[in-house]
């Protein structure tokens, strides 16, 4: 069939815009695809910044090429998301009889639309599947299989046809007074596992937020629809926080990584996946609910007054060890090399022993051979890169951040552990590492998060930064691109508290060091692909 047209919803972020549009067109059906952008216009108490912000998203808007057909649709003044979803949507579904939505805030897989029109052509005639999602931030791929059905649709990239968006019923008062009398209100919290969708409704019923996605949410619901969605996702948001209209605080799914390979559509028994409802519970449960624990002592817990629950922890916890515990000087300012293995090198040759295979063909490592020699599971042309030296067999004397001084296209893998930390202009560091391997080459690299300063480094050439898994991936994609960056987080506070203080692997319990906290990570490891 002929491919849906493709709709995106922008507003004033015009770099979120640029990256969309940037994804779309990089589909392989994207060239077959009608594009249809609607842009909001500016509130009557608009700054001169946001106007600014508005008009540069206009212009990127209309630069858009790579698709079948451009169209832009410029409001006059602001009607907000919902009411721009809404209208646009009912007006593609109308002419078109489908259609494929993008917010702006969308990072997409090369493949994201042969999902989208698969699945919308194997589900067209099929009237209890409602829409097509892109991603799932709750799901385990491991046990949901390539696809799943499940009756909450997506609201950042997904799609419809006309015959189920017609059900679309735009008053949330409605929505919650036909719930209740059909007893489907306890379906929209997952059964009443939770009660998230439905405080969400009420809340739009309230007046206090604006949402379209809720009521389409309820809709489906209501009429017993289902989703079908790729249980690796073929999108992400990465639009959370300072300029996102609703999600503000924070970003969930933030570790989430695009599926590499194309999703395989096939039809499925028209019956949600309960692993996948329970899935969702139990995300929602944890991480917008407070806490998994839906006991009375649980929920008067949560009631209690900030203050006073941080006195009672205090007294709970002061029999234990206090801040003097810690008060004791590092038994190590070398990372505990003088004693042992320092514990980030437990986590280095954790990453490299997991991605042994890429370590093939000719492969360059900063300052030795060492991790080559020893990883690689077969015989490698191994390379060294120096900063500074005498060039000789096998070495390359060059600065990761001056592309004139590198090899171009010439490496098959680049193994380059805690280095970026000492180099100033990363970015460019970046750059170097995707300019010397092959197309189709891997980088493996390795970057300091929680760490103490090095000081041999920061005597000789600087010791400038520490990373966090978003600022890793947010650099490496903008060079390799979304789909080929690849993060892994490792560590815990008891690592880092054992790497401040200078204690080898040694004289750690292997068990603690190997359980992974996000909020504390050590090492970041990086697996990055150069397609072209």
């Given amino acids: 069939m002929q491919n849906a047209p493709v709709v995106v919803f922008a507003y004033k972020r015009p770099r979120h815009l640029e990256q969309a549009l940037r994804g779309l067109a990089a589909n392989?059906?994207?060239?077959?695809?009608?594009?249809?952008?609607?842009?909001?216009?500016?509130?009557?108490?608009?700054?001169?910044?946001?106007?600014?912000?508005?008009?540069?998203?206009?212009?990127?808007?209309?630069?858009a090429t790579g698709f079948a057909s451009l169209e832009v649709v410029e409001a006059q003044a602001n009607k907000g998301l919902a009411r721009s979803v809404i209208d646009g949507v009912t007006r593609v579904v109308k002419e078109h009889g489908r259609v494929i939505v993008v917010e702006d805030d969308a990072v997409l897989a090369p493949h994201f639309l042969r999902f989208m029109n698969d699945a919308l052509d194997l589900y067209a005639k099929d009237d209890k599947v409602f829409s097509v999602g892109g991603w799932s931030y709750y799901a385990d791929p491991a046990v949901l299989g390539a696809t799943y059905l499940i009756r909450y649709p997506d609201s950042l990239t997904w799609a419809v046809w006309e015959r189920s968006w017609r059900h679309m019923e735009q008053d949330g008062a409605v929505l919650l007074r036909q719930l209740g009398e059909e007893g489907k209100l306890a379906a929209l919290d997952a059964d009443g596992k939770v009660r998230y969708f439905s405080r969400m409704l009420k809340a739009q019923v309230a007046g206090k937020i604006d949402s379209w996605a809720i009521r389409w949410t309820a809709t489906c619901v209501l009429h017993g629809g289902l989703s079908v969605f790729p249980a690796h996702p073929v999108a992400l948001n990465r639009g959370f926080g300072t300029g996102a209209t609703h999600e503000t605080d924070g970003e969930h799914g933030r570790d989430l990584e695009i599926g590499a390979v194309p999703v395989t559509v096939e039809r499925l028994p028209l019956v949600e996946a309960p692993l996948a409802i329970g899935q969702w519970a139990a995300y929602v449960r944890y991480h917008f609910e407070g806490g998994s624990d839906p006991s009375l002592k649980g929920r008067l817990w949560r009631a209690l007054p900030n203050?006073?629950?941080?006195?009672?922890?205090r007294r709970k916890n002061a029999g234990g060890p206090g801040p003097a515990a810690l008060a004791r000087p590092p038994v190590s300012r070398v990372f505990g090399f003088d004693r042992g293995m320092p514990v980030d090198r437990h986590y280095i040759e954790?990453?490299?022993?997991?991605?042994?295979?890429?370590?093939?063909?000719?492969?360059?490592?900063?300052?030795?051979?060492?991790?080559?020699?020893?990883?690689?599971?077969?015989?490698?042309?191994?390379?060294?890169?120096?900063f500074r030296g005498e060039a000789r067999p096998g070495t390359i004397i060059?600065?990761?951040?001056?592309?004139?001084?590198?090899?171009?296209?010439?490496?098959?893998?680049?193994?380059?552990?805690?280095?970026?930390?000492?180099i100033y202009d990363m970015h460019a560091a970046v750059r170097g590492i995707h300019q010397v391997l092959k197309p189709g080459g891997t980088a493996l690299v390795t970057v300091a998060a929680l760490s103490q300063?090095?000081?041999?480094?920061?005597?000789?050439?600087?010791?400038?930064?520490?990373?966090?898994?978003?600022?890793?991936?947010?650099?490496?994609?903008?060079?390799?691109?979304?789909?080929?960056?690849?993060?892994?987080?490792?560590?815990?506070?008891?690592?880092?508290?054992?790497?401040?203080?200078?204690?080898?692997?040694?004289?750690?319990?292997?068990?603690l060091l190997d359980q992974a906290d996000p909020d504390y990570p050590v090492l970041i490891g990086i697996k990055a692909r150069r397609i072209a």
């Fill in 28 to 63: 392989d059906l994207a060239a077959d695809s009608p594009l249809i952008i609607f842009c909001d216009g500016p509130k009557p108490s608009a700054t001169e910044a946001e106007k600014q912000a508005i008009g540069e998203v206009r212009r990127i808007a209309h630069a």
């Fill in 350 to 386: 954790r990453f490299l022993r997991m991605h042994r295979e890429l370590i093939a063909g000719q492969v360059l490592e900063v300052a030795d051979s060492t991790y080559t020699r020893r990883f690689a599971p077969g015989a490698v042309e191994p390379w060294v890169l120096l």
């Fill in 453 to 511: 300063i090095s000081r041999y480094d920061a005597d000789r050439w600087g010791d400038f930064w520490r990373f966090t898994p978003d600022s890793a991936r947010r650099m490496f994609c903008d060079v390799f691109g979304a789909g080929n960056v690849h993060i892994e987080a490792y560590g815990n506070s008891y690592a880092a508290a054992c790497l401040m203080k200078g204690f080898a692997t040694e004289e750690c319990d292997a068990a």
């Fill in 398 to 422: 060059g600065d990761l951040a001056d592309s004139a001084s590198l090899p171009s296209g010439t490496m098959d893998a680049f193994v380059c552990t805690q280095t970026l930390n000492f």
């Fill in 307 to 313: 203050r006073l629950k941080q006195w009672y922890l």
